[in-house]
T-cell receptor
Framework: NAGVTQTPKFQVLKTGQSMTLQCAQD?????MYWYRQDPGMGLRLIYY???????DKGEVPNGYNVSRLNKREFSLRLESAAPSQTSVYFC??????????FGEGSRLTVL | GENVEQHPSTLSVQEGDSAVIKCTYS??????FPWYKQELGKRPQLIID?????GEKKDQRIAVTLNKTAKHFSLHITETQPEDSAVYFC???????????????FGKGTLLTVNP
């Protein structure tokens, strides 16, 4: 049982480049999330999808876009990467008040 | 929206001692309070949670207490062991109606170090 799988695990970009982080879950969860983690800042919500077909902004959505492709997949896109987007990104999913399951994380460096 | 404050940011204890981490939240409608543990280089994982209809929950060496009047909840770890060393995060959902459970707001984390 894979849980939440995100790719790539590591990525280095130059300022202005674009990229997409992919996330898939096999637990049939309705809700999916993208968080970023920076030292001393905890986990901050970028975007979330409460159910298939809906997406909403979180605390720090600027510079990002998302797509809920289907119930399993939720992608995060950086259209024009900036050094401030250097971070570790976590995808997560849950069902109702259940446990929030995280992926292994994607470490992004923007030069 | 929900604001979650977590203290302390770092905590160092001797093996066998107890550790307590406290969080306060702002939204009185919040009704679910989980704690996550993140080991170095790993993903956060749920260790214990509490709902607003109870004041305390225990699971072996860990416990969580909730004071809804004061809007704070705490994680208690007894008989700490070196493998308890990690970053611990509290969280609370945005309160109110309309599917408010969907978003969890996290505290900034507490780095717990258990010294052998």
């Amino acid at each position: 049982n894979a849980g939440v799988t995100q790719t790539p695990k590591f990525q280095v970009l130059k300022t202005g480049q674009s990229m997409t982080l992919q996330c898939a879950q096999d637990m049939n969860h309705n809700s999916m999330y993208w968080y970023r983690q920076d030292p001393g800042m905890g986990l901050r919500l970028i975007y979330y999808s409460a159910s298939e077909g809906t997406t909403d902004k979180g605390e720090v959505p600027n510079g990002y876009n998302v797509s809920r492709l289907n119930k399993r997949e939720f992608s995060l896109r950086l259209e024009s990467a900036a050094p401030s987007q250097t971070s570790v990104y976590f995808c997560a999913s849950k069902e109702g008040f259940g446990e929030l399951f995280f992926g292994e994380g994607s470490r992004l460096t923007v030069l | 929206g929900e604001n979650v404050e977590q203290h302390p940011s770092t905590l160092s204890v001797q093996e066998g001692d107890s550790a307590v981490i406290k969080c306060t939240y702002s939204d009185s409608a919040s009704n679910y309070f989980p704690w996550y543990k993140q080991e170095l280089g790993k993903r956060p994982q749920l260790i214990i949670d509490i709902r607003s209809n109870v004041g305390e929950k225990k699971d072996q060496r860990i416990a969580v207490t909730l004071n809804k009047t004061a809007k704070h909840f705490s994680l208690h770890i007894t008989e700490t062991q070196p493998e308890d060393s990690a970053v611990y995060f509290c969280a609370a959902p945005k309160g109110g109606s309309g599917g408010s459970n969907y978003k969890l707001t996290f505290g900034k984390g507490t780095l717990l170090t258990v010294n052998p």
